[in-house]
């Protein structure tokens, strides 16, 4: 099995910043593509960040220049840098990784963190 632990969530004035971290562990032989979402109160899931195998990123247009997402391949591990922050990205946070279990026959699944709240307010 895999688990995927998300932490450095918290309260934050408006303008500060925030890393979140999201570390995978159990069996993994290789990690595809990376990824948090968030949900807010009363709203659906939604794409934050994502980052590839190759390190390729990609953002939602809400956070392009304040947020940048990051992995540690060595460690299994993903980052979120987030700045210039606002109320409206309160939300619980998840992390979303598509994992490798098996090579031969080849297994892979998507796994989810628990989530970590991010408020953001004065």
């Known amino acids: 099995q895999v688990q995927l632990e998300e932490s450095g969530g918290g309260l934050v004035q408006p303008g500060g910043s925030l890393r979140l971290s999201c570390a995978a562990s159990?069996?993994?032989?290789?990690?595809?593509?990376m990824a948090w979402y968030r949900q807010a109160p009363g709203n659906q899931r939604e794409s934050v960040a994502t980052?590839?195998?190759?390190?390729?990123?990609n953002y939602a247009d809400s956070v392009k220049g304040r947020f940048t997402i990051s992995r540690d391949h060595a460690k299994n591990t993903v980052y979120l840098q987030m700045n210039s922050l606002k109320p409206e990205d309160t939300a619980v946070y998840y992390c979303?990784?598509?994992?490798?279990?098996?090579?031969?026959?080849?297994?892979?699944?998507?796994?989810w963190g628990k989530g970590t709240l991010v408020t953001v307010s004065s």
């Open positions: 979303n990784a598509r994992v490798v279990t098996g090579i031969i026959p080849r297994r892979a699944g998507d796994y």
């Open positions: 159990g069996t993994i032989f290789s990690i595809d593509a």
């Open positions: 980052i590839t195998f190759g390190d390729s990123t």
